[in-house]
DNA sequence: ATTTTATAGTTAAGCGGTTAACTATATACT
DNA sequence: AGTATATAGTTAACCGCTTAACTATAAAAT
């Protein structure tokens, strides 16, 4: 691998020349540059990345953490789009991308992430930070390393999804197509703090509705297609009366319809049920899926150009992305008395 | 940030000594060592990782290359698996992950990733080959930076899903279940190489089951659930005497199995659905898909297991994990003569 | 008593860039 | 003519860590 000193001394120039002329400084002849430019071309230089981070202190690394604090997150779906627009951001600046998975779940921080963190190998840090509780960043913070959360962080600088008006528009687009018994599929408390902004959002919409939002069924699952399918069956066998079903993502909303298509009962027809995420497949279900984009991609985008910005010397305020509200076949009117089997 | 030297000055020795008692060198006292850890600990010292890499030449760093050669790479099931066990396997042995994802479609090199691979950041290398002729790997190759294809790349070392047992052992399963007319479901040649590669496999099972495989009606999809779903109508339309639809990815597959019951046909009763690859959704479908696992985690694993091998020194052979057939409740014994609309 | 060997530590030379400080010349301004 | 300014390039220190080469002492071997 050449060096910076091979290029300089096969152009017969210093190597503060030639460095200088790599990174475009004034006042230098072209004749100069020329030379410079063809020891380059000529002996395939490239700069070596851990010199000049040790030099210049910045790494062009950023580090896109997100905890394990459930199993599979490299299939959320969420967290991937999340991902995708980070990349696509990072790879434009000219960025790179480090992959870290602290264990946060344990007492104990995890050394390694801890090691990481404080090596100066990163210049920024984006956390998908799912609960203030549990924040990713909060060592980051403590060195003064940029970063920045994606939900539920405690740093200064975060882009979240906005759960609470996204549940008061499902809940309100529900409410205005007439339904009043409404069952809701949620997950324990403790798997996800945007959950409970949801449920936040729903209650307004409902005691503007002049419903009482206390007395709505409620069963929880897992976020999995199959607990979707089994709060369903509980949900519709203890509460015949109900014409929606509101599920707090889309697998579940896919238990949901699947499990309720096999009780016989028609979608939408004799019942609404809607999803939480948009996931590519919600638009290709039969029917097609009701649901709330969380607009990941632009998330994770949004986030990274916050974090440049920081870099940059710059002071972003915390970004709310308002929900996408997609409304499609699985939710209609809701139809009185009910046509029960 | 406390350097080394600070902490050789509070500690009393020379930063040699210092060094070398963080990696463990022999030769010291007792003493000695309590000195340098006492000081570590009371300046919270952590070594600075590019000043490592600059003085070692390693750098702990290992990328994952996955080219942009379709969309949604990010939410490919298969990928983010391997991407995964990937990840598990590094983070075990204390080695970072940095993602890439050069653009490979347009006709010159990604610039950007070229720059990466030569710039001496990199420990060595895992890409996700598609296909032999667009490898990520060749200029790493001619660099010599160790790396480790995960699918159809040129490298000596490899790992991949061997794609024409899979072919044949789905075939094998249809073909003892008695079912002769197959409609087939697959995409277009150039989107997958190991798709051409089951289809090899498929056939092998036909011939040795006297089944004229080219007389197979054949549809291309997409991948999408939504192709499927087309793919699937057409070929109940115009060969209604089908028994079984194979479909070489589960996205298609539910796209099938929501068709046919559309078109009210019972599965596996009257038509049996197959899919490839196990998505964890492929469980829970209504029938439960049978459909056959890339071991796409083992994949990322025992690539990732490979490289180190390399970087220690070793000469490892590559790998074909064999397919792992999951047989569920979408696939049942041909009825015959089928019980037709 | 002298040479080996093992133990315990230090000095200083890199690794490959960047950049502040400096030198040197040509041009423009009083 | 003398000083300021713009232009063009060099020297050498520095970033923080590793490690080969060296010094120095004590114990073991000859």
Same mark, same amino acid.
């Given at each position: 691998?050449?060096?910076?000193?091979?290029?300089?001394?096969?152009?017969?120039?210093?190597?503060?020349?030639?460095?200088?002329?790599?990174?475009?400084?004034?006042?230098?002849?072209?004749?100069?540059?020329?030379?410079?430019?063809?020891?380059?071309?000529?002996?395939?230089?490239?700069?070596?990345?851990?010199?000049?981070? /040790?030099?210049? *202190?910045? @790494?062009? &690394?950023?580090?896109?953490?997100? #905890?394990? !604090?459930?199993?599979?997150?490299?299939?959320?779906?969420?967290?991937?789009?999340?991902?995708?627009?980070?990349?696509?951001?990072?790879?434009?600046?000219?960025?790179?991308?480090?992959?870290?998975?602290?264990?946060?779940?344990?007492?104990?921080?995890?050394?390694?992430?801890?090691?990481?963190?404080?090596?100066?190998?990163?210049?920024?840090?984006?956390?998908?930070?799912?609960?203030?509780?549990?924040?990713?960043?909060?060592?980051?913070?403590?060195?003064?390393?940029?970063?920045?959360?994606?939900?539920?962080?405690?740093?200064?600088?975060?882009?979240?999804?906005?759960?609470?008006?996204?549940?008061?528009?499902?809940?309100?687009?529900? /409410?205005?197509? *007439?339904? @009043?018994? &409404?069952?809701?599929?949620?997950? #324990?408390? !403790?798997?996800?703090?945007?959950?409970?902004?949801?449920?936040?959002?729903?209650?307004?919409?409902?005691?503007?509705?002049?419903?009482?939002?206390?007395?709505?069924?409620?069963?929880?699952?897992?976020?999995?297609?199959?607990?979707?399918?089994?709060?369903?069956?509980?949900?519709?066998?203890?509460?015949?009366?109900?014409?929606?079903?509101?599920?707090?993502?889309?697998?579940?909303?896919?238990?949901?319809?699947?499990?309720?298509?096999?009780?016989?009962?028609?979608?939408?027809?004799?019942?609404?049920?809607?999803?939480?995420?948009?996931?590519?497949?919600?638009?290709?279900?039969?029917?097609?899926?009701?649901?709330?984009?969380?607009?990941?991609?632009?998330?994770?985008?949004?986030?990274?150009?916050?974090?440049?910005?920081?870099?940059?010397?710059?002071?972003?305020?915390?970004?709310?992305?308002?929900?996408?509200?997609?409304?499609?076949?699985?939710?209609?009117?809701?139809?009185?008395?009910?046509?029960?089997?």
């Amino acid at each position: 691998m050449p060096t910076l000193e091979d290029v300089s001394k096969r152009a017969g120039v210093s190597t503060a020349t030639a460095s200088k002329v790599l990174s475009n400084t004034p006042y230098f002849t072209d004749e100069t540059r020329q030379k410079v430019m063809q020891a380059v071309k000529e002996l395939g230089y490239i700069p070596n990345l851990a010199a000049r981070a /040790l030099s210049t *202190g910045k @790494t062009h &690394i950023i580090a896109v953490v997100f #905890p394990y !604090v459930y199993e599979a997150i490299f299939t959320d779906p969420n967290v991937m789009h999340i991902l995708a627009g980070i990349e696509t951001e990072c790879t434009s600046r000219g960025y790179n991308i480090l992959l870290s998975t602290p264990n946060l779940s344990a007492n104990e921080v995890d050394h390694h992430y801890l090691q990481l963190i404080q090596s100066g190998y990163l210049d920024g840090i984006l956390a998908i930070d799912a609960y203030p509780e549990a924040s990713a960043l909060e060592p980051a913070q403590a060195k003064g390393i940029p970063s920045v959360a994606i939900g539920y962080g405690t740093t200064d600088h975060y882009v979240r999804h906005n759960d609470r008006a996204g549940g008061r528009a499902i809940g309100e687009h529900l /409410l205005a197509l *007439g339904h @009043t018994q &409404i069952g809701i599929i949620d997950v #324990p408390e !403790v798997m996800n703090y945007g959950v409970q902004e949801r449920l936040i959002g729903l209650r307004t919409a409902c005691v503007e509705a002049n419903i009482d939002f206390e007395a709505l069924p409620i069963r929880h699952g897992d976020w999995s297609t199959a607990s979707g399918a089994k709060c369903a069956a509980e949900l519709l066998t203890t509460h015949p009366d109900l014409t929606a079903l509101l599920c707090m993502n889309d697998r579940m909303a896919m238990g949901a319809i699947q499990q309720t298509r096999e009780m016989g009962r028609d979608i939408p027809g004799d019942l609404s049920i809607t999803g939480y995420d948009d996931i590519p497949t919600a638009a290709f279900l039969v029917p097609p899926l009701t649901t709330v984009s969380q607009r990941a991609p632009e998330q994770g985008q949004v986030a990274a150009r916050m974090l440049f910005d920081i870099l940059d010397g710059g002071k972003p305020d915390p970004v709310e992305l308002p929900p996408q509200l997609m409304v499609r076949q699985s939710s209609g009117p809701a139809t009185w008395p009910l046509n029960t089997m």
